[in-house]
């Protein structure tokens, strides 16, 4: 039975990697995703998880800390926002083809110039062809519902590929709302003992990753990537109606609201999702047939599924923060 509590994005994130105890956390992140990690060092350094927390001088060296950390056989978690996000590009690409089940929170904002530290979905958006997983959360109960799903789902043996979760940096991360936190031992039952398919530490299994490969052998190591990119489309949705089974919280590629009968339709992602069922609610009294559909997977993206539930609609607005 969950138990009610006031939290903001960061918070929530941090409070499900505290019940899911990573081996480690490698932490560099920026503005707003700062706290996430902060909120993380203070549990281990209260002794209410024994992670490992490793300290790197900057984005692309905290993402190659998650990569050794992964391929050691840890769980991993880390943080990121904006350039920082960005300056991992050339490692995402690495993390995702070695099949590196690594968690990352990301609290989504904005790139200069100019400068500005809120929301915007460019950060993630820059990176959404380097074969992470991408899901998105409208509120703090969703970033903490996601950040557990996400485990299970990039641990599962037909996925293991790396995870993005996103709040909305500031509208999200730091704004407090009510959410219900589950019992740790809940979780951990749900999201099940780590289990890693290699590590590099094992001296009686001795192997090789991320050496040379000419073009045949390539195509092996992508075709497989691509495999358990397909597999993650089956296991999003099966992990997220397993979710609600447990927990009472349902989840898909994406949340429907007053579509069924809808002439006009909204697409959005994120904490602007709640403002729009708002606009929604006055256009309704006012006698406009919209509706909502706030995508929360975006990669693996739901193209047929998409097409299916907006197949009747007459026109469609798609609200996208990553001008």
């Given at each position: ?18 019940q899911l105890n990573p081996d480690v956390v490698v932490a560099h992140p920026i503005t707003p ?261 706030k995508l929360r997977v975006f990669r693996p993206f739901p193209y047929q599924e998409l097409k ?16």
């Amino acid at each position: 039975m969950g138990v009610m509590k006031v939290m903001d994005g960061n918070s929530a994130i941090a409070e499900a990697v505290k019940q899911l105890n990573p081996d480690v956390v490698v932490a560099h992140p920026i503005t707003p995703a700062t706290p996430m990690v902060e909120k993380i060092a203070t549990f281990v350094a209260n002794g209410q998880i024994d992670a490992e927390i490793v300290n790197m001088e900057s984005g692309y060296s905290a993402i190659s800390g998650c990569i050794g950390a992964s391929a050691a056989g840890g769980r991993v978690f880390t943080a990121f926002s904006s350039q920082g996000l960005v300056s991992t590009h050339e490692l995402l690409y690495i993390a995702s083809s070695l099949r590196l089940p690594i968690v990352a929170g990301i609290a989504n904002r904005a790139l200069s110039a100019p400068e500005n530290v809120f929301v915007d979905h460019s950060d993630t958006m820059a990176e959404r062809n380097t074969g992470w997983i991408q899901i998105f959360s409208e509120n703090p109960q969703e970033a903490y519902d996601n950040l557990i799903q996400a485990y299970k789902i990039a641990e599962h043996p037909g996925v293991r590929t790396p995870v993005m979760v996103g709040i909305d940096g500031f509208a999200t991360s730091h704004s407090l709302e009510n959410l219900y936190i589950e019992e740790t031992e809940a979780v951990d039952q749900f999201v099940g003992k780590f289990s890693t398919a290699f590590s590099l530490l094992d001296s009686r299994k001795p192997i090789t990753i991320g050496s040379y490969t000419s073009s045949d052998y390539y195509f092996e190591h992508k075709f497989h990537q691509q495999q358990g990119m397909e597999e993650a489309r089956k296991v999003i949705k099966e992990v997220g109606r397993k979710f609600g089974d447990q927990f009472g919280r349902y989840y898909g590629f994406f949340e429907t609201y007053k579509l069924e009968d809808a002439d006009y339709a909204i697409v959005i992602m994120g904490s602007a999702a709640g403002t729009a069922k708002e606009a929604v609610d006055q256009l309704r009294v006012q006698g406009e047939k919209v509706g909502i559909l706030k995508l929360r997977v975006f990669r693996p993206f739901p193209y047929q599924e998409l097409k299916e539930a907006l197949s009747d609609i007459t026109s469609i607005a798609v609200l996208d923060r990553s001008f």
